[in-house]
């Protein structure tokens, strides 16, 4: 069975950074990012395919979130900076099956794997 766990989620003002780590039970898996406010539907914020080479992000995000992984650490991150009230949510890493096919997937129906989430709060 996949495992992910994620960390560094907390309590930070508005303008403030944060960085989330999920390290994965497993190689070469395609990731992705998600997040879910209170009331609100799960919503796709990044992805990263299995090499790193290719990203995709929610325009609510582009320019102030920046995935990456260090696959010898089976490790993907979010860096978040300039952070809003907005962005305020329980966030998710989620794992892919893995795939010879380089690219990215933004669904969450698409993946296969959760984590437990890490709560972020944004304070104005």
């Known amino acids: 069975q996949v495992q992910l766990v994620e960390s560094g989620g907390g309590l930070v003002q508005a303008g403030g950074s944060l960085r989330l780590s999920c390290i994965v039970s497993?190689?070469?898996?395609?990731m992705g990012w998600f997040r879910q406010a209170p009331g609100k539907e799960r919503e796709f914020v990044a992805a990263?395919?299995?090499?790193?080479?290719?990203?995709a992000y929610a325009d609510s995000v582009k320019g102030q979130f920046t995935i990456s992984r260090d696959n010898p650490k089976n490790t993907v991150y979010l860096q978040m900076n300039s952070l809003k009230p907005e962005d305020t949510a329980v966030y998710y890493c989620?794992?892919?099956?893995?795939?010879?096919?380089?690219?990215?997937?933004?669904?969450?129906?698409?993946?296969?794997?959760w984590g437990q989430g890490t709560q972020v709060t944004v304070s104005s």
């Open positions: 497993g190689r070469n898996y395609p």
């Open positions: 990263i395919s299995w090499s790193g080479g290719n990203t």
């Open positions: 989620a794992a892919r099956r893995p795939t010879s096919v380089i690219r990215v997937w933004t669904s969450p129906h698409e993946y296969d794997y």
